[in-house]
């Protein structure tokens, strides 16, 4: 009985050990690859960097990791390497993403599993590693995933350099001018010195014999210290102005159009777009008459892959035919009994595909829909109003963005445009193209100018135009409202002084 009790514990002692892997230099090896890969100029590739399973492997090796027999270099390079590698695979996780901060308890209640134990990130770094080991320079090491932070570096955090590593990125950063701003008179640091001030040793005089023994050009003890917002937006490579191939490599995530990227896998987006179309057509004695078209256009995406989604899209229309006086909104309201000048319904719907090409240009994708019309004798007769075209339509959207600085961003839309396949005069052949200049003064605002114009290329030649002003907000990660307002004009109206306008309102939600 014995013997069958000490083999048992045994099995047990053996069991254990096989869910536990001790931390060697393949682990280091491992995520020094990984942050070679995936990180540049201080930022992260998240849209890519799940398409393989380096990450997730190396999270494993996190959580499993036994350091009961580990050196206190190798424990605190491990837990640098974890802390850095945690927020990656956070935000990648929920990517898009416009800051780490729309993620509830992303720091102090959200649990990761680190050798073994179920942890917050905030224990991670104070419990961890600052009440044990007490160094300020993790500081500049350790990286919260936003702009803000001092830059994550493209290589893993080793035993054996752990020292030169920590003295090279503390020096680094204090050195930095986007960092530490400093004037004549005054130095403006960042948040990290107000939070951490204990770290650095509680008074101002002590911050500032912190700094100045890392500092090329020391800052006078009688600066005015002062400390600037904190950047919250994502440290992610489409934040970069780097160049692949002549051409920006990504938007800014915060600041883009952000249409331009698919969705990751296992996602889904929903959007919602209301296009409140009016006119007024021209006469010898004024404006005279109205056409009006509301159009709600639905599309839904799910992410079959990183690079692919497929989905669907349809559109309801409503059109009123009237004289002026009369009111824009009377396209809602629906007639009784017959009249010939207003007509509702469904009138498309069709599946929808949005793939990236090229997986380096991660805000680069294209979208393409075939849509069947749904109704009978759609484009009118005497007895009803045209609402739309009798025929498939083939819609193929080429969508791009480039970040410029840290809150602009331009957003590039070219398209091919084939409408009422299989009419006798297949005539409908257009190549719009849109473009969009944005502006962000916060994470959840962005507001933007718009310019488009679409030949249609027929015998009979012709157009359209508009420019706009448009405004988005983000409620959450997951909701988004757009508002916009264009002038439209094209060959009819010019040539009979007309005017139109159109009245937008968006929503998109992703899960």
Not at 231 to 255: E, H, M, V
Not at 474 to 479: A, G, H, I, R
Request: proline share 3%; hydrophobic share 35%.
């Amino acid at each position: 009985m014995k013997s069958l009790i000490n083999l048992f514990l045994a099995v047990l002692i053996f069991s254990g050990q096989s869910f536990a892997g001790e931390i060697n230099a393949q682990f280091f090896n491992e995520a020094d690859a990984f942050f070679k890969t995936y990180v540049k100029n201080g930022n992260v590739n998240y849209a890519v960097v799940n398409n393989d399973g380096t990450l997730k492997s190396l999270i494993q090796s996190v959580s499993e990791a036994d350091l009961s027999s580990a050196s206190d270099a190798t424990i605190q390079a491990f837990y640098i390497n974890a802390y850095n590698l945690h927020v990656i695979n956070k935000a990648a996780n929920a990517y898009p993403l416009n800051s780490v901060m729309d993620i509830n308890g992303f720091f102090d209640s959200k649990k990761i599993t680190v050798g073994g134990k179920k942890i917050t990130l905030n224990q991670l770094e104070k419990d961890y590693l600052l009440k044990p080991y007490g160094d300020a320079r993790y500081h500049f090491v350790l990286v919260c995933g936003a702009l803000g932070c001092p830059p994550i570096t493209n290589f893993a955090y080793t035993p054996e350099m752990l020292e030169q590593q920590l003295e090279m990125q503390t020096q680094k950063a204090i050195n930095d001018s986007n960092f530490l701003k400093v004037t004549e008179s005054s130095v403006s640091l960042s948040q990290i010195f107000k939070w951490y001030a204990k770290d650095f040793g509680g008074n101002k005089k002590a911050v500032l014999d912190f700094i100045n023994k890392y500092r090329s050009e020391k800052i006078s003890s009688g600066a005015k210290v002062k400390y600037y917002d904190y950047d919250w937006k994502l440290n992610d490579t489409a934040n970069s102005t780097s160049f692949i191939g002549g051409a920006a490599a990504a938007g800014n995530n915060s600041a883009r159009y952000i249409v331009s990227s698919t969705i990751k896998k296992g996602s889904t987006e929903t959007k919602i777009f209301n296009n409140l179309y009016t006119q007024h057509t021209g006469s010898a004695e004024g404006l005279t008459d109205r056409s009006t078209f509301n159009t709600t256009s639905v599309s839904f995406l799910y992410g079959l892959t990183n690079r692919v989604n497929v989905g669907f899209s349809t559109r309801y229309r409503q059109v009123r035919n009237d004289r002026l006086p009369s009111n824009v909104l009377s396209v809602f309201s629906r007639s009784e009994g017959e009249d010939i000048s207003h007509r509702q319904g469904f009138t498309s719907f069709g599946p929808q595909i949005r793939f990236a090409p090229v997986p380096k240009w991660t805000n680069f994708s294209i979208q393409s829909s075939f849509v069947f019309a749904i109704g009978d004798d759609l484009e009118g007769s005497n007895t009803q109003p045209y609402i739309d075209w009798s025929g498939p339509t083939w819609w193929t959207q080429f969508f791009n963005d480039f970040s410029i600085g840290n809150s602009f961003s331009l957003f590039t839309e070219i398209d091919f445009l084939l409408e009422d396949i299989g009419s006798e005069d297949l005539n409908r052949i257009s190549t719009p193209v849109t473009l969009i200049f944005s502006y962000n003064p916060t994470s959840k605002i962005t507001l933007y100018t718009l310019g488009g114009y679409s030949p249609y290329w027929q015998a009979d030649y012709d157009y359209f135009s508009q420019v706009g002003i448009g405004s988005k907000y983000q409620f959450t990660p997951n909701l988004e409202l757009e508002l916009l307002y264009t002038d439209f004009s094209n060959k009819f109206l010019n040539e009979t002084g007309g005017q139109a306008a159109t009245y937008n309102l968006g929503l998109r939600f992703n899960i």
